[in-house]
């Protein structure tokens, strides 16, 4: 086990603490699934975000609300199908059902990240606000979350793969002795 290789996950072993973030990861996707048509009613927050705005940026609030809508609706599309291959991965200890997940999860990040820098843009330059800074620090703190996931899954990954390889050329040995 190397620096980056952990043996827990979540307080539990490995596969069940995986198993968890799994189930997790489909709830909050069926759940924002659910809940994104009552996304429409943004409109008084964003409001509240923007009335010190240029008239120029007020102009597209209604475009932005869509398209948060619409992102929100196919990011957690797609993060109910990996949650499914996760669980499904787990359970039938196939590593090569996790590489979707930590595929996303490697990408909520770089495009947290890339939200971060320009939440923090905003805040320095075009508007200071208490929200927009809590929303950086909730943001960070999911982040932090996430790359706490992909190394336990990496992690187990890597364990399920060993394993796989060491009982499937152990047990072709194995049969090849009796053959002979």
Not at 61 to 83: G, M, P, R
Request: charged share 15%; hydrophobic share 50%.
């Amino acid at each position: 086990m190397g620096v980056f290789d952990p043996k827990r996950c979540c307080c539990f072993s490995m596969r069940t603490g995986i198993l968890f973030l799994g189930v997790v990861s489909l709830i909050y996707a069926v759940v924002n699934l659910l809940l994104t048509p009552y996304l429409f009613d943004m409109k008084q927050m964003l409001d509240n975000i923007t009335e010190n705005w240029p008239d120029k940026y007020k102009e597209h609030k209604d475009n932005i609300v869509f398209t948060a809508v619409i992102s929100n609706e196919v990011s957690n599309a797609f993060l109910l199908l990996v949650s499914c291959l996760l669980i499904h991965g787990i359970r039938k200890d196939r590593p090569s059902l996790l590489i979707p997940f930590m595929v996303w999860t490697v990408t909520f990040i770089i495009l947290a990240f890339v939200g971060i820098v320009l939440l923090l843009f905003v805040v320095i330059s075009v508007q200071p606000s208490t929200t927009v800074s809590e929303l950086i620090l909730a943001l960070a703190f999911i982040t932090c979350l996430q790359i706490c996931n992909v190394i336990a899954i990496n992690a187990y990954y890597k364990q399920v793969r060993y394993m796989n390889q060491y009982f499937h050329i152990g047990s072709s040995l194995g049969s090849n002795r009796l053959l002979k």
